[in-house]
């Protein structure tokens, strides 16, 4: 998912590239294969961090609900968990990598129980999605929207999408450590009081900003 002018050739060419991602612990095999569960629930606490956002949501917000959109959905392993929830009649999950969307996610779907029925895949980068205003309940970011050179643009676009009680969930972003949070928080947050959520550091191989 990633902007013209902001990498996305190179952001295609390194998520469709099966070598490169072979070496990852998203790349699993069949249905049994346990790295991608091991890495998202024991090498890291990924899996727990979205489902307590997702929590939360239901907690203070009225819970996940209509349609969805998933930028940077990846192997979907989260639109599999949000399937799940009654109230979630639509997912859209928007990935720019075509093996992830349609090699390695149905067999995700299959280890997370998803109900594959309400999933939509869709091979896109975020500046092409384009939907109806007031037409989207949710827009959901798992460790996606660091993607973006710029966030400012695609976010004005996205708070056109939702619907007025709509939301946007961003979760499971890099997190930097308290030194380095120490040196670049007066940095952090003039951006956000000037509305400018644009980070500092040039983007990896990957489009990954810091």
Excluded at 26 to 32: K, L, M, S, T
Excluded at 48 to 76: K, N, Q
């Amino acid at each position: 998912m990633c902007y013209k002018g902001y990498g996305a050739v190179m952001c295609a060419d390194y998520w469709n590239d099966e070598e490169i991602e072979r070496s990852k612990s998203y790349w699993i095999e069949d249905v049994d294969d346990p790295r991608l569960l091991n890495h998202l629930r024991t090498e890291t606490n990924l899996e727990r961090c979205f489902c307590d956002a997702l929590a939360f949501v239901e907690s203070h917000l009225g819970g996940m609900r209509g349609t969805v959109l998933e930028l940077g959905a990846g192997v979907c392993w989260t639109s599999a968990i949000i399937s799940r929830h009654a109230d979630v009649e639509k997912i859209i999950a928007v990935d720019i990598s075509k093996h992830r969307l349609f090699r390695l996610a149905p067999l995700v779907f299959r280890q997370y129980q998803a109900l594959e029925h309400k999933i939509k895949r869709v091979v896109d980068s975020a500046e092409n999605i384009a939907f109806k205003e007031d037409s989207i309940d949710a827009v959901v970011f798992c460790q996606a929207l660091y993607m973006l050179a710029e966030p400012g643009p695609l976010l004005r676009r996205i708070y056109r999408y939702l619907k007025p009680d709509g939301l946007a969930l961003v979760t499971c972003e890099h997190i930097e450590g308290p030194k380095s949070w120490r040196r670049r928080g007066k940095w952090w947050m003039r951006s956000l009081l000037s509305g400018r959520l644009a980070p500092k550091a040039p983007a990896d191989d990957s489009g990954r900003h810091s």
